[in-house]
C-alpha cells in the first residue's frame, strides 16, 4: 500500500512537514503529487476581464434608461417633505 508524507512543494524543492520517507537518495524515486490548493493564480487574481464583459453587456440594454434617478432616490432614501421644495 502507498504511503503519504505531508510536503511544502517550493522553487522546485520539497520540504517534508512530518515525517521523511525512507529513501535512498542516489537513486531515482517515482513519485504521484497531489495539489490539494488551487496552484493558478492567474484567474482568481482579478475577475476585470468578466467584470468588463458584465458592465459592457449592461450598458448595451440600457438597462438603467427607464428609472428616474430622482424619483429613485427618494424611495430609496425615504426623504421626508421639505418646505418649498418638490
Known amino acids: 500500500m502507498p504511503k503519504t508524507f505531508n510536503a511544502i512543494l ?8 512530518d515525517q521523511t520517507p525512507d529513501i535512498n537518495l542516489e537513486s531515482s ?9 488551487e496552484v493558478s493564480t492567474s484567474e482568481s487574481k482579478s ?3 468578466k467584470m468588463t464583459e458584465a458592465l459592457n453587456k449592461l450598458s448595451k440594454n440600457n438597462v438603467y434608461s427607464k428609472i428616474n434617478p430622482q424619483k429613485w432616490q427618494q424611495e430609496i432614501r425615504q426623504d421626508r417633505l ?4 418638490d
Not at 517550493?10 to 512537514?17: A, D, M, V
Not at 524515486?29 to 490548493?37: A, C, D, G, P
Open 47 to 49: 475577475n476585470g476581464k
Open 29 to 37: 524515486v517515482k513519485v504521484k503529487i497531489t495539489f490539494l490548493e
Open 82 to 85: 421639505l418646505p418649498n421644495r
Open 10 to 17: 517550493k522553487n522546485n524543492s520539497i520540504q517534508w512537514l
